[in-house]
C-alpha cells in the first residue's frame, strides 16, 4: 500500500479524523476535567467559608464525568492503567459519597 492510501484508510477508520486531531480532542478533554475540578473546588471552597453549605449534585456530575473519562481511559489504554484504574476508583467513591450527600443518606 502507499502512504497516501494507508492515510486514507486511517481516516476512515477513525471517522475521517487524523491522529493528530484525535490527540487534541483527548488532550481537550483531559483539560478541561482539570478545569471542571478547579472551578468545582473553588465554589465548594467559597460556599463552606460563606456557610452557604454546598450543592452535591453539582459535583456529582462532574466527578461522574472523571468516573467515565479515567475507567474508559482504564479498559482502553495499556499505558498507566493502574493509575487510571485508581483515579476512576476514588472518583467513583466521591461520586458515591456526593450522591449519598444529595438525598441525605450521610451526614
Partial sequence: M???EILEASKKEN?????????????GANIA?????ILA??????????GKGSNP???SFIAIYNVILFGYKAI???????????TSVVWGILTLMLVL???????
Fill in 41 to 50: 473546588a473553588i465554589y465548594y471552597s467559597y460556599e463552606i467559608i460563606t
Fill in 15 to 27: 471517522k475521517k479524523k487524523d491522529v493528530y486531531e484525535l490527540q487534541v480532542e483527548s488532550k
Fill in 33 to 37: 476535567a482539570v478545569c471542571m475540578l
Fill in 57 to 59: 449534585a453539582l459535583y
Fill in 2 to 4: 502507499k502512504k497516501e
Fill in 76 to 86: 482502553k489504554l495499556e499505558k498507566s492503567r493502574k493509575l487510571n484504574i485508581f
Fill in 101 to 107: 450527600e444529595y438525598f441525605k443518606v450521610i451526614f
